[in-house]
């Protein structure tokens, strides 16, 4: 192995105690910017993006819906069994234009 420092490997932290090497609030920063930009995108554009994917890929639709469902149910009805009410409307193939 060299004794050149250039060449040393950094083993451990590769900054000072302290320093991530990436400005404070930076990385929230980002994600603020994305999820703004993400929502203003969806106020143009989400239901007619929502109808085209639905209409092209119905299994990415699907996938999707399933995906922000809650994974448990916690709901009762009167009689302590849980409610589940999921409706799911397709729409009638088009032709090709």
């Not at 809650?70 to 090709?96: C, F, H, M, N, Q």
Request: aromatic content about 8%; overall charge negative; glycine content about 10%.
């Amino acid at each position: 192995m060299s004794d050149d420092p250039k060449k040393a490997k950094v083993v451990g932290r590769p900054f000072a105690e302290g320093n991530s090497g990436r400005p404070v609030g930076a990385r929230n920063r980002l994600g603020r910017a994305f999820i703004e930009a993400l929502f203003a995108d969806f106020e143009k554009h989400g239901v007619s993006a929502i109808e085209k994917v639905r209409e092209i890929d119905p299994s990415t639709y699907v996938r999707t819906i399933a995906s922000i469902l809650p994974k448990e149910l916690t709901g009762v009805d009167g009689e302590g069994s849980p409610v589940v009410e999921i409706t799911y409307r397709w729409a009638e193939p088009r032709e090709p234009e």
